[in-house]
Each structure stands twice: as C-alpha cells, then as structure tokens.
C-alpha cells in the first residue's frame, strides 16, 4: 500500500463519518422537540442544516416558511430568538442522551484512523456536538477502537462551522500548521464548507451520511436504481459546496487520500 508522504493531518467529522451511519440520531430528537412544541418538522427539513452547531441548526430551522407559519398560527408571532434558546435547552439533554445509542463506527472508520495513525498522520475530528455530548460518545468509541488523536466540539470555539475555528483549534492541538497538507472529510455541506473555508482539502462523503440519511439497514433494502439517483443527487451538493471528491463513504476514502498526496507532491515540485 502507498505510503502518504505529503498529507500532515486529516480532519473528520463524525457523525455519518466515523459514526452513526445516515447521521440518525440528530434528526430524530429535531423532529420530537420541535412536536413538543406542537410545530410538525419532517426528517428532510431537520436534516438541511446538519453539520452546523446546534444552535444554529435551530437558527436555521425556525427560518423555514413551514416552521413559521406554524409558529404564527399555534403562537400567534414569530419565532424568536428566546424560543431559539428554548428548544435548544430541551434538546441538548435529549440528544446528549440519544446519542450514546448511536455509536457504532462505520465500516472502515477505526482501520482508516488506526492506518493514518501508523504513517506518522495527525487524525483530528470537528462536530456541531457538544462537549456534552462528546462525553457520552468518547468512552464507547475508544473502547471499540475509535481513537482519533484530538477531538473539537463546536462548545469550545466562538463560532461553528461554516468558520473554520475547529479546524484551526485541531491545528493547535495537533501541532500542525500547514493547511494545504491538510484533508477535511465530512457528510454534510457545512463540513465541506468549512474545510474550503480553512483552505484544505475537502472529500464529502454521500452514501453514509445525512445527504442520503438512511440508515445502514435502509441502503442495503433500497432499489438500486433509486438509490443511485440520490447519491448522484447527494454527490451534486457537495460538490457544489466546494468538495474536491466525493466518495459513498470512509470505507473507500484512502484512495483518494493517495490522489491528494500526488496532487500535493506535484504542486511542491512546480
């Protein structure tokens, strides 16, 4: 197997990356807090702004035409930014709990982080998580061989993604400064968003994250056909989002990984 030579550091997400395969567990406890409320939010309409700090996921959410005509006829006003803060305080408990449930590493995740890892790479992840929520997550994934060399939550800087302030506390933590010899991989396009904003490389990953939003069990019954037209649908977002490839998920990232380092070996030499 090719060796990377050129790559200091790759940055994951993790949920629909490293984990939790569809990304379900955020989309769920979206969909039951807002129906505490009585405002009835479908899994496509919670899932659009996956990837952002859950605040502004909210944010973004109570901007929907559907969520505000709700809001007026159940609450006669719009949403506002104290009902914001009221849906996020009930939901960060709620998912900080769910998400223990959805820990399963996707296949392929613990051998590509253990197999950078052994090349002398920095393995960094990012997260619209909370530190919260983090601590529920970390325990299970290191026991099950998960252990990426710094983790940031979107708690621990001023601004989540679309800013690219994860990635520079990985930086930090990682002791690496070079971002064009860096690769940002992620599922939704506030990942890709973010990595183009911080000037590395960028692979979105369609078939096992919130783009597609099926669960591992759900892709291997779907139509074939269907199937492909809505990864082909997923590819074509993040894409348009900035990603330099896009491949179905982790399993097959390290060929891509081998393509960026040539691209980087290349541009040095020029």
Not at 44 to 60: C, S, Y
Not at 146 to 170: C, H, Q
Request: hydrophobic share 40%; charged share 20%; glycine share 6%.
């Amino acid at each position: 197997m090719q060796k990377l030579n050129n790559i200091d550091a790759v940055i994951f997400d993790w949920a629909g990356t490293l984990i939790d395969y569809g990304c379900m567990a955020p989309t769920q406890v979206f969909v039951q807090v807002f129906k505490s409320k009585e405002i009835s939010l479908s899994n496509e309409e919670a899932r659009a702004p996956m990837g952002l700090a859950k605040r502004d996921h909210i944010r973004e959410l109570m901007q929907l035409v559907s969520i505000q005509k709700q809001w007026i006829q159940k609450y006669e006003r719009s949403p506002s930014e104290a009902d914001m803060e009221a849906i996020y305080t009930e939901l960060e408990p709620v998912l900080a709990n769910v998400v223990k449930n959805h820990t399963t590493p996707i296949h392929g995740a613990v051998e590509l982080v253990n197999l950078l890892q052994s090349q002398g790479i920095k393995v960094g992840t990012t997260t619209g998580y909370v530190a919260e929520m983090m601590d529920n997550i970390l325990p299970i994934t290191t026991a099950r061989g998960l252990v990426p060399d710094s983790v940031v939550n979107s708690s621990e800087v001023s601004a989540g993604r679309p800013f690219p302030y994860m990635i520079y506390r990985n930086c930090q933590k990682l002791n690496v400064f070079e971002l064009n010899r860096m690769v940002k991989i992620g599922d939704t396009v506030a990942d890709i968003q973010e990595g183009v904003n911080a000037g590395m490389w960028t692979i979105g990953l369609t078939k096992s994250g919130n783009e597609l939003g099926l669960s591992l069990a759900e892709t291997e019954i779907a139509d074939p056909i269907w199937l492909k037209e809505k990864i082909a649908i997923a590819s074509k977002k993040l894409l348009d989002a900035g990603a330099d490839f896009v491949v179905e998920g982790v399993w097959n990232c390290y060929p891509i990984l081998k393509e960026i380092d040539n691209l980087i070996e290349t541009r040095n030499i020029k």
